[in-house]
């Protein structure tokens, strides 16, 4: 198993997994390696070694650049896009060159794939929308389906993260500071995803047969003002003021138009059919393991 993005909250979490199962795993890196599990590669000059490819029978990719960071400058902006694409198409490319490529590829993608698109039940089949998020998407997952054809390909869609890291990290700091706050009109849906269930997720999918697009979210769909309110509640703190929709468009711009205001309500119909089941099936479970595992 080779990992690329495997030092960031999901990588962590996914190498934890796999190595509970006994699965050797290797990753790649952008500094010199520290042990023979580590391998040195750099994406954005599309060098890696495709040798490293041959004994490897599966890679999982989650590399990119913060979508967090705000302002989404012109110049972030073109950070976010080249970023995923340049490490996508390296590993791609190095696995068609490979002598023996992996039989598995999981490539990280995103729910911006959708757009905003309020009241509409968002499958893995539903068109792509508008903004800058689902054109990132697209080149993404173009990216991804250079693998050779031997090679099965699954794009991951992924949307907010419940873990210590990530989206969630400014959430919960302003929700124990006695700052939490109902964002907009509270009613847009949040696609959501525990942590553990983000990489027990990929780690069903590596021996799946499924391919192309996954969506990874929870089974129950969650407006902003439940996730925001349950969060408050497990921290035992209030939940007492409103960030109006203006305020926010002018503040954070095209990122907090597309990251907290956009309404997609993802459902996991893919994951769902395939059998996997989830440990967290409300958001409310999520966040209570979240911060119980915290103390």
């Known amino acids: 198993m080779l990992i690329a993005g495997a030092s960031g909250m999901i990588g962590t979490e996914l190498q934890r997994q796999l190595r509970a199962e006994g699965h050797e795993v290797?990753?790649?890196?952008?500094?010199?390696?520290?042990?023979?599990?580590?391998?040195?590669?750099?994406?954005?000059?599309?060098?890696?070694?495709?040798?490293?490819?041959?004994?490897?029978?599966?890679?999982?990719?989650?590399?990119?650049?913060?979508i967090s960071r705000i302002p989404w400058t012109r110049g972030w902006k073109k950070r976010i896009l080249d970023s995923r694409v340049a490490a996508t198409r390296?590993?791609?490319?190095?696995?068609g060159m490979a002598e023996s490529p992996p039989s598995t590829f999981i490539s990280g993608s995103a729910v911006g794939f959708y757009g905003d698109r309020p009241a509409v039940r968002l499958t893995e089949d539903s068109p792509r929308g508008d903004g800058f998020l689902a054109d990132v998407v697209e080149a993404w997952e173009e990216a991804a389906h250079l693998a050779p054809e031997a090679t099965r390909t699954v794009t991951i869609r992924t949307g907010l993260v419940i873990g210590t890291g990530g989206a969630m990290a400014p959430l919960r700091l302003l929700t124990s500071l006695g700052a939490g706050a109902r964002i907009g009109t509270g009613g847009q849906h949040w696609p959501w995803i525990s942590l553990h269930d983000e990489a027990a997720a990929t780690r069903h999918l590596l021996t799946s047969t499924l391919r192309g697009a996954?969506?990874?979210?929870?089974?129950?769909?969650?407006?902003?003002?439940?996730?925001?309110?349950?969060?408050?509640?497990?921290?035992?703190?209030?939940?007492?003021?409103?960030?109006?929709?203006?305020?926010?468009?002018?503040?954070?711009?095209?990122?907090?138009r597309e990251l907290l205001l956009a309404s997609q309500k993802v459902v996991p119909a893919k994951l769902l059919a395939d059998g996997f089941r989830f440990r967290h099936e409300s958001v409310e479970q999520a966040i209570a393991a979240l911060v119980h595992s915290d103390r």
Do not use: Q
């Open 26 to 66: 290797r990753t790649l890196v952008r500094r010199s390696p520290r042990s023979e599990t580590e391998f040195a590669w750099s994406p954005e000059s599309r060098v890696l070694d495709a040798r490293i490819l041959d004994d490897v029978d599966a890679v999982v990719n989650l590399s990119g650049a913060s």
């Open 90 to 95: 390296a590993l791609a490319e190095a696995m």
């Open 214 to 256: 996954v969506n990874l979210a929870g089974p129950t769909p969650a407006t902003s003002d439940r996730v925001t309110r349950s969060l408050a509640t497990a921290l035992h703190r209030w939940h007492p003021f409103v960030l109006p929709e203006p305020l926010i468009a002018l503040g954070m711009g095209e990122a907090g």
